[in-house]
C-alpha cells in the first residue's frame, strides 16, 4: 500500500484517482512548518504540493520512503531539485493543465482588444453613454499572426479559424507538413508582422525572443494591427509598443504579462487608453487548477507503480559507476547542442548523434538527452527543457532524435560525438570530445577540424580563404571594441572554402554582424552563446 501525501489546497476532485486508487491512501495535513513535514515524512512514498509548501532538502532526507514529489503547476521554484536527484526521487509537474484556460483568455484579450470592451465598461459604469468612440473590427477575414505553435499556440489557432480568421503561423519546428495538418501557414517573424491584423505570441522567453517585437518589427508592421501577449513579459518591447501605438501603427494592444510583474504603479501600460491589462491571469480558472491536479496524480501513481511516467524535471537515475564514467560529457553534450541550435537555418526536422571509441560501450542515453536538451533549449527557454524532458517535448514538435555507436574511434580520438542537426534548409554537424588536461572540446564543425574550447560567447565565419580575411576582420570587431580573446581557423584546401570560430571578450551585436558580413569573401557570419 502506497501512502501520499498533500500539504496545500488541492481539489478532492483533482486527486480523486489518487483517493479511488486501490493501492492508494492519501492523507491531507496542510499549512505544516518545515520541521512538522519532516516529522512526517517518512511514512509517505509521494508528496503532492503547490507553491505554498517548501520541500527542502531536509525534507527530502527525511523522507526515507519517499519516491516522488508532484506539483500540481509548472514552477517548481519551493522544491530542492538538487536533493530530490540526490536522493532518487522523481519530481513531477504538470506543463499541460493549462493549455485551454490560457488559449481562451488570449482569445478573450483578442475580442476584448477587437472591440473596446474594457474601455466601453469603465465609460459607461462612470455614467457616460458613448457608442462613438468605440467602433471596433471584426475577426471574421482578419489575418492573426500566431508566433509559437506549441500547444497552447495549435489551440488559439484552432479557435481563431472558427471565428473565419486566415491564420499564419511561425515556430522554429513548425514543418510545412504539421502547418498543413493545423490548417494554417507558414511564416517568417518579419512576414508575421507585414501581414497579419492581429499577432498573438505564446513562445517561452530566452535570450533568442527577447524583445523579439521591437522597433524594426513594429516599423513593418500596417497600420491598425493589434497585439495579444498572454505568454511571457519581455517577448515585446514594452517601450517601442507605446511608441507605435502612439505614433497611429498599432490600434490596440492587450497584455496578460510584463517584463517586470507586478508592474510599477506609474508603468505605462496601465493608463494607456488603448492597452488592455490583467494580471497574469492566463491559468487562472477552476477547470486548469483541477487539471494540473489530475495531470499529476496520474504521473505520481505511475511512479509508485513503476510504470512509465512523464514531465518529471530531475534527473533519471543512471547507475553510479555509469554516471561517473559519462558525467564529464554532460557539459559537452549540452553545449554542443546549442552550439548546432544557434547556427542552423530553418526548422530542425531531426537531430542525430554517434558515439565512437569507449563511449559505444556503455549506456550513452543520459548523454542524447543532454544534446537534445541543448538544442531544444534555445528555442524554448533552460526553465522549460531538462533531461527528463527534452525527448518528450522533441517527440511533441516532430523532432525526430536517432543515435548509433561505432566502437572503433574515428579521428584518433579516444571517445568521440558526433552529432547532426537537419532542417528543412541545410544539415550542420559538429563533433566534441574531452582531452586530457584540456576538458571539453569541439574539434570539427561540419568538414572542419578545429579545436575549440565551448564557453563564452563565439563567432563563426566561413569564408573563401584568401590573403588579408583575418586581418580585415579584427580591425572592423577591434574598431567596435570587441577584443578577440581566441581564434581557430579549418580549411580543407588552399583557396577553397574555410571556417574561423572566434572566443571574444563581448558578444557582436548585429550592427558589427551586418559590418561582417559585408567584408569581402565572406559567406556567413553566425554568433554562438555558450
Same mark, same amino acid.
Given at each position: 500500500?502506497?501512502?501520499?501525501?498533500?500539504?496545500?489546497?488541492?481539489?478532492?476532485?483533482?486527486? &480523486? &484517482?489518487?483517493?479511488?486508487?486501490?493501492?492508494?491512501?492519501?492523507? %491531507?495535513?496542510?499549512?505544516?512548518?518545515?520541521?512538522?513535514?519532516?516529522?512526517?515524512?517518512? *511514512?509517505?512514498?509521494?508528496?503532492?504540493?503547490?507553491? &505554498?509548501?517548501?520541500?527542502?532538502?531536509?525534507?527530502?532526507?527525511?523522507?526515507? @520512503?519517499? @519516491?516522488?514529489?508532484?506539483?500540481?503547476g509548472v514552477g517548481v521554484d519551493n522544491i530542492d531539485l538538487e536533493a530530490a536527484t540526490r536522493h532518487g526521487v522523481v519530481v513531477i509537474n504538470a506543463p499541460d493543465g493549462n493549455t485551454i484556460t490560457t488559449c481562451e483568455h488570449a482569445m478573450a484579450m483578442m475580442m476584448a482588444v477587437a472591440r473596446h470592451i474594457p474601455q466601453a465598461h469603465k465609460k459607461l459604469t462612470s455614467g457616460e453613454w458613448d457608442r462613438k468612440s468605440f467602433v471596433g473590427v471584426e475577426l471574421?477575414?482578419?489575418?492573426?499572426?500566431?508566433?509559437?505553435?506549441?500547444?497552447?499556440?495549435?489551440?488559439?489557432?484552432?479557435?481563431?479559424?472558427?471565428?473565419?480568421?486566415?491564420?499564419?503561423?511561425?515556430?522554429?519546428? +513548425?514543418?510545412?507538413?504539421?502547418?498543413?495538418k493545423l490548417g494554417v501557414k507558414l511564416a517568417t517573424v518579419d512576414e508575421i508582422c507585414q501581414k497579419s491584423d492581429f499577432i498573438t505570441l505564446h513562445t517561452p522567453l530566452t535570450n533568442e525572443t527577447r524583445h523579439m517585437i521591437g522597433k524594426k518589427q513594429f516599423a513593418l508592421m500596417k497600420k491598425g494591427v493589434r497585439i495579444i501577449n498572454c505568454a511571457r513579459g519581455g517577448l515585446v518591447d514594452e517601450g517601442a509598443l507605446v511608441e507605435a501605438i502612439d505614433e497611429?501603427?498599432?490600434?490596440?494592444?492587450?497584455? *496578460?504579462?510584463?517584463?517586470?510583474?507586478?508592474?510599477?504603479?506609474?508603468?505605462?501600460?496601465?493608463?494607456?487608453?488603448?492597452?488592455?491589462?490583467?494580471?497574469? +491571469?492566463?491559468?487562472?480558472?477552476?477547470?486548469?487548477?483541477?487539471?494540473?491536479?489530475?495531470?499529476?496524480?496520474?504521473?505520481? +501513481?505511475? #511512479?509508485?507503480?513503476?510504470?512509465?511516467?512523464?514531465?518529471?524535471?530531475?534527473?533519471?537515475?543512471?547507475?553510479?559507476?555509469?554516471?561517473?564514467?559519462?558525467?564529464?560529457?554532460?557539459?559537452?553534450?549540452?553545449?554542443?547542442?546549442?552550439?548546432?541550435?544557434?547556427?542552423?537555418?530553418?526548422?530542425?526536422?531531426?537531430?542525430?548523434?554517434?558515439?565512437?571509441?569507449?563511449?559505444?560501450?556503455?549506456?550513452?542515453?543520459?548523454?542524447?538527452?543532454?544534446?537534445?536538451?541543448?538544442?531544444?533549449?534555445?528555442?524554448?527557454?533552460?526553465?522549460?527543457?531538462?533531461?527528463?524532458?527534452?525527448?518528450?517535448?522533441? $517527440?511533441?514538435? /516532430?523532432?525526430?532524435?536517432?543515435?548509433? $555507436?561505432?566502437?572503433?574511434?574515428?579521428?584518433?580520438?579516444?571517445?568521440?560525438?558526433?552529432?547532426? +542537426? @537537419?532542417? %528543412?534548409?541545410?544539415?550542420?554537424?559538429?563533433?566534441?570530445?574531452?582531452?586530457?588536461?584540456?576538458?571539453?572540446?569541439?574539434?570539427?564543425?561540419?568538414?572542419?577540424?578545429? /579545436?575549440?574550447?565551448?564557453?563564452?560567447?563565439?563567432?563563426?565565419?566561413?569564408?573563401? /580563404?584568401?590573403?588579408?580575411?583575418?586581418?580585415?576582420?579584427?580591425?572592423?570587431?577591434?574598431?567596435?571594441?570587441?577584443?578577440?580573446?581566441?581564434?581557430?581557423?579549418?580549411?580543407?584546401?588552399?583557396?577553397?572554402?574555410?571556417?574561423? #570560430?572566434?572566443?571574444?571578450? @563581448?558578444?557582436?551585436?548585429?550592427?558589427?554582424?551586418? &559590418?561582417?558580413?559585408?567584408?569581402? *569573401?565572406?559567406?556567413?557570419? %553566425?554568433?554562438?552563446?555558450?
Open positions: 500500500m502506497f501512502k501520499v501525501l498533500v500539504t496545500d489546497p488541492i481539489s478532492d476532485m483533482g486527486i &480523486q &484517482q489518487l483517493h479511488d486508487a486501490a493501492d492508494v491512501t492519501v492523507d %491531507k495535513k496542510t499549512g505544516l512548518s518545515e520541521e512538522e513535514l519532516v516529522a512526517v515524512i517518512g *511514512d509517505y512514498d509521494a508528496l503532492l504540493v503547490r507553491s &505554498q509548501t517548501k520541500v527542502t532538502a531536509a525534507v527530502i532526507a527525511a523522507g526515507k @520512503k519517499l @519516491k516522488a514529489i508532484g506539483r500540481a471574421r477575414g482578419k489575418v492573426l499572426g500566431v508566433i509559437g505553435m506549441g500547444r497552447i499556440g495549435s489551440e488559439v489557432a484552432k479557435r481563431a479559424k472558427a471565428f473565419g480568421m486566415d491564420v499564419i503561423s511561425y515556430d522554429p519546428f +513548425l514543418t510545412e507538413e504539421r502547418a498543413e497611429g501603427i498599432v490600434a490596440g494592444a492587450a497584455f *496578460d504579462v510584463f517584463e517586470k510583474e507586478p508592474p510599477a504603479p506609474d508603468h505605462p501600460f496601465l493608463n494607456h487608453p488603448k492597452i488592455i491589462v490583467t494580471p497574469h +491571469l492566463g491559468a487562472s480558472t477552476v477547470e486548469a487548477q483541477e487539471n494540473v491536479a489530475i495531470d499529476v496524480s496520474e504521473e505520481v +501513481l505511475h #511512479v509508485l507503480r513503476g510504470e512509465p511516467f512523464k514531465n518529471a524535471v530531475n534527473m533519471p537515475h543512471v547507475p553510479a559507476a555509469v554516471l561517473n564514467r559519462l558525467q564529464p560529457y554532460f557539459a559537452l553534450c549540452d553545449c554542443m547542442g546549442r552550439f548546432l541550435a544557434q547556427i542552423a537555418e530553418g526548422a530542425v526536422t531531426e537531430v542525430n548523434i554517434s558515439y565512437s571509441g569507449e563511449l559505444a560501450e556503455v549506456d550513452t542515453m543520459i548523454l542524447t538527452r543532454h544534446v537534445v536538451r541543448g538544442v531544444l533549449a534555445h528555442y524554448l527557454g533552460d526553465d522549460q527543457v531538462n533531461i527528463i524532458n527534452s525527448l518528450h517535448l522533441a $517527440k511533441q514538435r /516532430d523532432l525526430n532524435v536517432t543515435m548509433n $555507436k561505432a566502437v572503433t574511434s574515428g579521428k584518433g580520438f579516444t571517445n568521440l560525438i558526433t552529432v547532426s +542537426l @537537419k532542417s %528543412k534548409k541545410e544539415e550542420r554537424s559538429i563533433a566534441g570530445t574531452l582531452l586530457n588536461g584540456y576538458g571539453p572540446r569541439i574539434v570539427q564543425i561540419d568538414k572542419y577540424p578545429v /579545436d575549440v574550447a565551448p564557453e563564452g560567447h563565439l563567432i563563426l565565419v566561413a569564408h573563401t /580563404d584568401k590573403p588579408g580575411i583575418i586581418g580585415r576582420l579584427g580591425t572592423l570587431l577591434g574598431d567596435n571594441g570587441i577584443n578577440i580573446a581566441t581564434m581557430q581557423v579549418g580549411r580543407q584546401g588552399v583557396g577553397g572554402d574555410a571556417i574561423m #570560430v572566434l572566443t571574444v571578450d @563581448k558578444q557582436a551585436d548585429r550592427n558589427v554582424i551586418d &559590418q561582417l558580413i559585408r567584408l569581402p *569573401d565572406m559567406i556567413s557570419v %553566425k554568433t554562438v552563446d555558450l
